[in-house]
């Protein structure tokens, strides 16, 4: 008998180099199917059991906003010159929110999903993509509370709120890019999640949420407004108080200087989504080895 006849139906041939597990896989629609359900079920069982369920998702972000417009507003009267500041220090927070808990839960994504991830079908991308996805749907309910304060504090609507899910989907592209680099170097290297966290308290205190880039213009510098602004978060987190709140907060365009400027935190989103897919592909075929 011969060895064709001895192989499987389906399988390769004998001396055939088998392709190793890849980021994306073989079918895009299993992919995205894959990567949504895991998202979904996230999302449910978050707060599964708990008597407030999704309000927890709103009481978050909100007991922080309640802290730091305590102390930052009413004890030291910061923010009384700009307009609707305990509304621009929510939405600074929500969307940092978003950030955080998108790049703090990709880092150990892989590594919590080691029964998938061992499957030689499965696409590796899904489980880090899968947090973000999550993070998108809490972003989309926390969002409410602060057209709510808005409104409430005498806000109109505009018809610049719809820049607001253009400005979504360009800060979820900069958190996916981060992503896929922070899971999957944290397979390797364990010393990525503490590194991660250090480094998003220095970009919360060091990005105009607490603040405005008024008050950094006018006590420094210009120059050191546009460094700001490389930062994307810090760029997409400015345009959104522009184009959501009131037109009296500066556009990212004014702040960095023109819109010719606004090149440079779009060229640091690419290269990190670029990057962020190179590391991810080159690194998805030995996850499982690693893990």
């Known amino acids: 008998m011969s060895t064709a006849e001895l192989t499987p139906p389906g399988a390769p041939a004998p001396g055939t180099r088998v392709r190793g597990p890849t980021a994306l896989g073989n079918d895009p629609r299993r992919f995205w199917n894959l990567t949504m359900a895991l998202a979904i079920t996230d999302f449910k069982l978050r707060f599964f059991g708990s ?3 999704y309000l927890w998702q709103l009481m978050r972000p909100l007991m922080l906003f309640g802290v730091l417009y305590t102390v930052f507003s009413l004890f030291f009267s910061f923010g009384a010159e700009v307009k609707y500041y305990p509304v621009a220090l929510l939405m600074g927070i929500v969307l940092f929110t978003f950030m955080s808990e998108a790049t703090s839960l990709s880092v150990r994504s892989l590594v919590n999903r080691e029964n998938l991830v061992r499957k030689i079908e499965f696409p ?11 993070a998108l749907l809490n972003l989309v309910l926390n969002l409410v509370p602060v057209f709510v304060f808005l409104l409430a504090a005498g806000g109109r609507p505009r018809w610049s709120w719809l820049e607001l899910p253009l400005l979504v ?31 998003l308290q220095v970009m919360f205190y060091g990005s105009p949420i607490l603040y405005t880039l008024q008050s950094v ?30 037109p009296s907060h500066l556009s990212a365009a004014q702040a960095i200087g023109g819109s010719a400027r606004l090149l440079l935190p779009a060229t640091v989103i690419v290269v990190v989504l670029a990057l962020g897919s190179w590391v991810f592909s080159r690194e998805a075929p030995r996850v499982a080895e690693d893990l």
Do not use: C, K
């Open 217 to 246: 213009i006018a006590q420094t510098s210009p120059t050191v407004a546009h460094v700001m602004l490389l930062n994307p978060f810090t760029a997409v987190m400015q345009q959104a108080r522009h184009a959501v709140i009131d």
């Open 124 to 134: 590796r991308l899904a489980v880090p993509l899968s947090t973000v996805v999550t």
């Open 51 to 53: 008597v407030l369920g």
């Open 169 to 199: 989907i360009v800060l979820t592209l900069f958190v996916v890019g981060l992503s896929m680099l922070l899971s999957a170097w944290f397979v390797r290297y364990r010393d990525v999640e503490p590194i991660w966290d250090v480094l």
